[in-house]
């Protein structure tokens, strides 16, 4: 791994030239991408153009909930314009307003002299033309943008799952008008990848083909690989990541059927079936209608004639009946209101058992973390390897500092606070009390112990010692009395002690340290967290550099590496790698 000192030198010098014009970290801007096409010297177009987003500027708040608006201005004239804007669907009114009018100063100072001009943020796109662009499909024009790329082992597997969901997510928004949007969101993983969210918009004046047919471009020209990216067209777009971009609260609102209305009663409805009569082919008396009486039918006379008693024969005994059809079934016996279960005893029994459970479950880690955080502190000192002559007596820093006096305290950070201690031989030192309640920086501190103890050099903070005692865990350094170099830089008086020789100095010595490090030290170590607060002063303000608690030791002819963990400050790494950290915890 080669470093070159004058690439170096000019880096630092670069930094430290533009951290001297700010007194505080400013927010990044938003992520944007202007496309910018037909010159124009015109000057009442751009009067148009101007008028244009002035309206767009200042729409209905109904407008910016929906997410889309259209301007024109002059129309029939050679020096009409046509504008509008699309919001990303989860927004509310006043975030896509917001956006809305960061785009029109975007606009106007990116591509001011143009007739056709187009730009996208991450949650909205702002366009005009000379020519008429309302419901008409427009995919000339692209752009993308993408994240760090995805490990090689997983790349097939993700590219795959990729293509699957954006095929059924297309017909999905093509067809989709939610509340005046044109829009599909999905959310899918594999077992052996992060959750994969997708999102696919278009302007809702575009039909259904049209949409798809955007759409379709959009997906061919979407870089796959990625950790999350973004194909951008004026009329479209789609973009998908491995953490949450989108709100998931109001997509849900959006994408929820509406409630079905509450039915009429039958008495208010003309020709309701319960007033419309009826027949039944048993001409029951259930019928709505009266049933007409039945005619009797003809007798036929008989010519009397006498009948022998012998023929005549005693009218039939009426059939016996049977007792299984005079006697109703017995009825079934009634169950009492206490052999019947209540729905409120079985919830609670289930939210009981769940309580215990997670109970159970979070007791049993706080022990088994607990128990591993003791067993780090036992082992911690043995675990040293190349320091057991550089061991403190707990009671000697404890005596140094004033027992931890908060009028020796010289700075706090993430896994400690520093005080200024004189031990007895009256040197000064500065003492790194690492705090006694994250167990997570036992590994911090054996490195930072094995890697300064093995290095020697005029620019790098030395290390005097460490102690470890029960769950204390402390560093011992030189003392650097003029602070660190923020201190100087930060400070409106104090930054006129920096002339630029003296920064030229500091600039060319911090270089000398860093090349010691990647080329001449016996371990070749990147630090992987090198900052201004992390550069110390010493009395003649020599710079020092210090903290190699992230720091990595590589092979001394290996030239890269795979990191299994993001490592720095979250202001000082890459975009990229901020995003990732935005999600999880780095």
């Given at each position: 791994?080669?470093?070159?000192?004058?690439?170096?030198?000019?880096?630092?010098?670069?930094?430290?030239?533009?951290?001297?014009?700010?007194?505080?970290?400013?927010?990044?801007?938003?992520?944007?991408?202007?496309?910018?096409?037909?010159?124009?010297?015109?000057?009442?177009?751009?009067?148009?153009?101007?008028?244009?987003?002035?309206?767009?500027?200042?729409?209905?708040?109904?407008?910016?909930?929906?997410?889309?608006?259209?301007?024109?201005?002059?129309?029939?004239?050679?020096?009409?314009?046509?504008?509008?804007?699309?919001?990303?669907?989860?927004?509310?009114?006043?975030?896509?307003?917001?956006?809305?009018?960061?785009?029109?100063?975007?606009?106007?100072?990116?591509?001011?002299?143009?007739?056709?001009?187009?730009?996208?943020?991450?949650?909205?796109?702002?366009?005009?033309?000379?020519?008429?662009?309302v419901s008409t499909l427009r995919v000339s024009t692209h752009a993308c943008w993408y994240e760090y790329n995805?490990?090689?082992?997983?790349?097939?597997?993700?590219?795959?799952?990729?293509?699957?969901?954006?095929?059924?997510?297309?017909?999905?928004?093509?067809?989709?008008?939610?509340?005046?949007?044109?829009?599909?969101?999905?959310?899918?993983?594999?077992?052996?990848?992060?959750?994969?969210?997708?999102?696919?918009?278009?302007?809702?004046?575009?039909?259904?083909?049209?949409?798809?047919?955007?759409?379709?471009?959009?997906?061919?020209?979407?870089?796959?690989?990625?950790?999350?990216?973004?194909?951008?067209?004026?009329?479209?777009?789609?973009?998908?990541?491995?953490?949450?971009?989108?709100?998931?609260?109001?997509?849900?609102?959006?994408?929820?059927?509406?409630?079905?209305?509450?039915?009429?009663?039958?008495?208010?409805?003309?020709?309701?079936?319960?007033?419309?009569?009826?027949?039944?082919?048993?001409?029951?008396?259930?019928?709505?209608?009266?049933?007409?009486?039945?005619?009797?039918?003809?007798?036929?006379?008989?010519?009397?004639?006498?009948?022998?008693?012998?023929?005549?024969?005693?009218?039939?005994?009426?059939?016996?009946?049977?007792?299984?059809?005079?006697?109703?079934?017995?009825?079934?016996?009634?169950?009492?209101?206490?052999?019947?279960?209540?729905?409120?005893?079985?919830?609670?029994?289930?939210?009981?058992?769940?309580?215990?459970?997670?109970?159970?479950?979070?007791?049993?880690?706080?022990?088994?973390?607990?128990?591993?955080?003791?067993?780090?502190?036992?082992?911690?000192?043995?675990?040293?390897?190349?320091?057991?002559?550089?061991?403190?007596?707990?009671?000697?820093?404890?005596?140094?500092?004033?027992?931890?006096?908060?009028?020796?305290?010289?700075?706090?950070?993430?896994?400690?606070?520093?005080?200024?201690?004189?031990?007895?031989?009256?040197?000064?030192?500065?003492?790194?009390?690492?705090?006694?309640?994250?167990?997570?920086?036992?590994?911090?501190?054996?490195?930072?112990?094995?890697?300064?103890?093995?290095?020697?050099?005029?620019?790098?903070?030395?290390?005097?010692?460490?102690?470890?005692?029960?769950?204390?865990?402390?560093?011992?350094?030189?003392?650097?009395?003029?602070?660190?170099?923020?201190?100087?830089?930060?400070?409106?008086?104090?930054?006129?002690?920096?002339?630029?020789?003296?920064?030229?100095?500091?600039?060319?010595?911090?270089?000398?340290?860093?090349?010691?490090?990647?080329?001449?030290?016996?371990?070749?170590?990147?630090?992987?967290?090198?900052?201004?607060?992390?550069?110390?002063?010493?009395?003649?303000?020599?710079?020092?550099?210090s903290d190699f608690g992230m720091a990595r030791i590589v092979g001394v002819d290996q030239t890269q590496g795979?990191?299994?963990?993001?490592?720095?400050?979250?202001?000082?790494?890459?975009?990229?790698?901020?995003?990732?950290?935005?999600?999880?915890?780095?």
């Amino acid at each position: 791994m080669s470093v070159s000192l004058t690439a170096s030198v000019f880096l630092l010098m670069c930094l430290l030239l533009n951290i001297s014009c700010k007194s505080e970290a400013q927010p990044s801007p938003s992520r944007n991408i202007s496309a910018c096409y037909t010159p124009s010297n015109s000057s009442p177009y751009q009067e148009n153009v101007k008028t244009v987003l002035s309206s767009l500027t200042s729409k209905h708040t109904s407008d910016y909930l929906a997410g889309f608006a259209t301007a024109v201005a002059r129309q029939g004239t050679p020096d009409q314009v046509f504008g509008l804007f699309l919001c990303r669907a989860d927004l509310s009114s006043a975030s896509c307003q917001a956006c809305v009018t960061n785009a029109s100063e975007g606009i106007l100072l990116g591509c001011a002299g143009y007739k056709d001009s187009t730009i996208w943020y991450d949650l909205c796109m702002l366009t005009y033309n000379y020519q008429p662009i309302v419901s008409t499909l427009r995919v000339s024009t692209h752009a993308c943008w993408y994240e760090y790329n995805i490990s090689d082992a997983t790349t097939t597997s993700f590219k795959k799952l990729l293509k699957v969901t954006l095929e059924a997510l297309i017909p999905n928004a093509a067809g989709a008008q939610l509340a005046g949007k044109k829009f599909a969101v999905n959310r899918t993983s594999l077992a052996e990848l992060w959750p994969l969210y997708t999102l696919a918009q278009c302007t809702p004046d575009l039909t259904a083909p049209n949409c798809s047919q955007c759409l379709q471009a959009a997906a061919e020209k979407l870089p796959l690989g990625k950790g999350g990216a973004m194909s951008l067209l004026q009329s479209c777009n789609i973009r998908y990541s491995n953490y949450l971009f989108y709100n998931e609260t109001t997509v849900a609102e959006l994408l929820s059927p509406p409630p079905a209305p509450a039915p009429r009663s039958a008495e208010a409805i003309p020709n309701s079936p319960a007033l419309v009569p009826r027949y039944r082919a048993n001409l029951s008396f259930d019928s709505d209608l009266p049933v007409p009486p039945v005619p009797p039918e003809p007798m036929i006379p008989l010519d009397p004639a006498p009948i022998s008693p012998l023929l005549r024969s005693p009218p039939p005994a009426p059939a016996p009946r049977s007792p299984l059809l005079l006697s109703p079934p017995p009825a079934p016996a009634p169950r009492s209101a206490e052999d019947i279960p209540r729905p409120g005893v079985i919830v609670a029994i289930i939210i009981a058992a769940i309580s215990v459970t997670v109970v159970l479950f979070l007791i049993l880690c706080c022990f088994l973390r607990r128990r591993h955080g003791f067993k780090q502190y036992k082992n911690v000192a043995k675990d040293i390897k190349t320091a057991e002559a550089m061991q403190f007596d707990f009671a000697a820093i404890q005596a140094a500092t004033s027992n931890f006096s908060a009028d020796n305290e010289l700075g706090k950070g993430g896994f400690g606070v520093v005080y200024k201690g004189r031990l007895q031989d009256g040197q000064d030192v500065a003492v790194k009390r690492l705090f006694r309640s994250s167990f997570n920086c036992c590994a911090e501190f054996k490195n930072e112990v094995e890697v300064v103890a093995k290095l020697q050099h005029r620019n790098l903070v030395r290390l005097l010692g460490f102690c470890v005692e029960g769950e204390e865990k402390i560093l011992i350094f030189e003392y650097m009395p003029n602070r660190s170099l923020d201190y100087f830089l930060f400070d409106s008086e104090k930054r006129g002690l920096l002339d630029w020789s003296r920064r030229y100095s500091i600039i060319s010595e911090i270089a000398q340290g860093m090349l010691y490090l990647h080329e001449y030290s016996r371990l070749r170590i990147i630090h992987r967290d090198l900052k201004i607060g992390n550069i110390l002063l010493d009395a003649n303000m020599h710079p020092k550099i210090s903290d190699f608690g992230m720091a990595r030791i590589v092979g001394v002819d290996q030239t890269q590496g795979t990191a299994s963990k993001i490592a720095g400050t979250l202001d000082y790494i890459r975009q990229e790698e901020q995003f990732l950290c935005s999600s999880r915890q780095c």
